[in-house]
């Protein structure tokens, strides 16, 4: 049937000619302003809580994951450090550094910058040491580990450990008032949360005659929780998807175990609203793959066993990232992930920028960041700080036009507006989300 014809059976119909009509095209940028009022924390909050926390609240297992529970009552066999595992040992010892730090340094705590110190993958040469806020090979925190080392715990391996608590420690902290990373799978009205009301309407309204990419930098799923409305529940896609997916998870329900089929990335994004999360999720989880790999040792073949990366999945509730396993079709089997013990997410003001290159999802991401912006007619930004340089580097660079509009909705708007240079006009709106969405739509 040729367009003619569909456009006048439109029009007898009432519809006008509006299959014709180019769609819109909308970027949103959500920070953590956005989340505040779902009860999740500031930095401010967050710097706070990681910067007082005690040794008590927390205890990990002899792999390093951490169980939300007192170390006291659990550490009941005996009161001698020594007897601690080594994540035991770079926690208390991750402790004792920050409290070293808060004490003695001249700068408010930051947990990014920090992240920066502690990741011993991170170049620091002479340069980038001005970035981050101290030396943790210098003497000075050495001196810190001194009770944790034995013959067989060096200094060294201790540190190693320290981001691997450090981001579970994170993550708990995330949570802020919920405790929980997933919200009840239950249908909800628009108008339940005010907090959220007008912004709701405004993407309900907006995804009939526009495409909405809404990119995000941060971990939480307040904006999956959005699904749970009937209204928007088939308008929001994240990239990831079920349809055929060899990746599945283990779940215990009432005492019996299942085994479910996971959403995987495959960048399909067939919605009008498009969720794309720049600094990954409390749910996503890089699954591994152990497969042998043949190298010539001593003039002779060996077959070694490591750890590739395949794909990014998605958790669900009541799983752990190590109950992923993959469908090894030809073999007729399943093969548990071989080395994520929690949920991949980006921290640090300088080591998440390096990882915006992984290929397995942060570059596909940015690159479409960078593609949607120079397609888009309006940039709305909410909750942003404007403190990751990388990103503001990415609008500036992609927005152009002297006609292209930037609504920055952020109760310190005015002092924000000039940390990011466009041709066209910032136009800052002093306001929370749900009022400053209705100057939007302009």
Not at 233 to 256: C, K, Q
Not at 318 to 331: A, E, F, I, K, T
């Amino acid at each position: 049937m040729s367009n003619l014809i569909l456009n006048e059976m439109q029009q007898l119909m009432g519809f006008g000619s509006a299959i014709n009509k180019p769609k819109e095209k909308i970027v949103m940028l959500l920070s953590a302003g956005f989340s505040i009022m779902k009860g999740y924390p500031s930095g401010k909050t967050l710097n706070d809580r990681i910067s007082s926390f005690l040794k008590e609240e927390f205890v990990f297992t002899p792999n390093g994951e951490l169980l939300k529970m007192n170390m006291e009552k659990t550490m009941t066999k005996t009161n001698c450090i020594h007897d601690y595992n080594v994540y035991e040992k770079s926690y208390l010892l991750l402790r004792d550094i920050i409290k070293h730090y808060v004490e003695n340094s001249e700068e408010t705590f930051d947990y990014e910058t920090f992240y920066d110190a502690i990741e011993v993958n991170y170049p620091k040469d002479s340069n980038e040491l001005q970035t981050v806020a101290f030396n943790i090979w210098s003497d000075e925190y050495r001196g810190l580990a001194e009770e944790y080392i034995t013959e067989e715990i060096s200094y060294e391996r201790l540190v190693s450990n320290l981001t691997i608590i450090y981001d579970q420690l994170i993550a708990y902290f995330l949570q802020g008032d919920k405790k929980s990373l997933f919200y009840p799978n239950k249908p909800c009205q628009i108008n339940e949360d005010k907090n959220y009301e007008q912004f709701l309407k405004f993407l309900y309204d907006r995804s009939k005659d526009s495409i909405i990419d809404v990119f995000t930098t941060n971990h939480d799923m307040v904006f999956e929780s959005f699904r749970n409305i009937p209204e928007l529940s088939d308008l929001i896609s994240d990239g990831f998807d079920d349809y055929g997916s060899e990746f599945f998870g283990d779940i215990e329900v009432d005492g019996y175990k299942y085994r479910c089929r996971l959403e995987r990335y495959t960048g399909k994004y067939n919605a009008p609203i498009r969720l794309y999360k720049l600094h990954g999720s409390l749910d996503y989880v890089l699954y591994h793959k152990t497969q042998g790999v043949k190298c010539n040792i001593g003039g002779e073949k060996v077959r070694l066993n490591c750890s590739v990366p395949v794909k990014y999945v998605k958790i669900k509730q009541g799983m752990n990232p190590y109950d992923v396993s993959n469908l090894v079709r030809c073999q007729r089997k399943y093969e548990y992930s071989s080395s994520a013990i929690y949920c991949d997410f980006l921290s640090g003001t300088q080591t998440k920028i390096k990882r915006y290159k992984n290929p397995y999802l942060y570059k596909k991401l940015f690159g479409l960041f960078a593609e949607r912006l120079r397609k888009a007619g309006k940039l709305i930004i909410i909750g942003y700080g404007c403190g990751d340089t990388k990103i503001n580097e990415i609008i500036s660079n992609n927005y152009k036009g002297a006609d292209k509009k930037l609504y920055m909705i952020n109760p310190d708007a005015e002092n924000l507006k000039e940390k990011i240079h466009i041709d066209g006009v910032v136009i800052p709106i002093s306001k929370s989300v749900n009022g400053g969405i209705l100057d939007c739509k302009i």
